[in-house]
Nanobody, 129 residues
């Protein structure tokens, strides 16, 4: 019912920047009604939330990326972005876009995998020293 396609991953040196994109497609839901999120998973680790954006525009970010990563959306283009600046080697991971038409992202609580019903295929980000 929702198809998400990430792009923009790649390899970069520490201190560099990347901008990830996630294209949203659905015949059932409107992009503007959906909460969106970015998660990441490094080898041997659990998938963790990076940032999330509610349909009303509320955004949150994990402590590990606050001040460096910014989540945003372009409603006209049905696209979600993750601007990543000051990248560190520990940011290396597969990054996944997620969407849910009913979940509400709140400023005072983290999001979890189970909050989102739809997922993209992931895009790899590798940060070298």
């Amino acid at each position: 019912q929702v198809v998400l396609v990430e792009s923009g991953g790649g390899s970069v040196q520490a201190g560099g920047s990347l901008k990830l994109s996630c294209e949203f497609s659905s015949y059932t839901y409107r992009y503007s009604d959906c909460s969106m999120a970015w998660f990441r998973q490094a080898p041997g680790t659990e998938r963790e939330a990076v940032a999330a954006l509610d349909s009303d525009g509320t955004t949150i970010a994990a402590d590990s990326v606050k001040g460096r990563f910014t989540i945003s959306r372009d409603l006209a283009k049905n696209t979600l972005f993750l601007q990543m600046n000051s990248l560190k080697p520990e940011d290396t991971a597969m990054y996944y876009c997620a969407s849910d038409p009913w979940f509400t992202v709140a400023a005072d609580r983290p999001v979890e995998e189970g909050d989102f019903g739809y997922w993209g295929q992931g895009t790899q980000v590798t940060v070298s020293s």
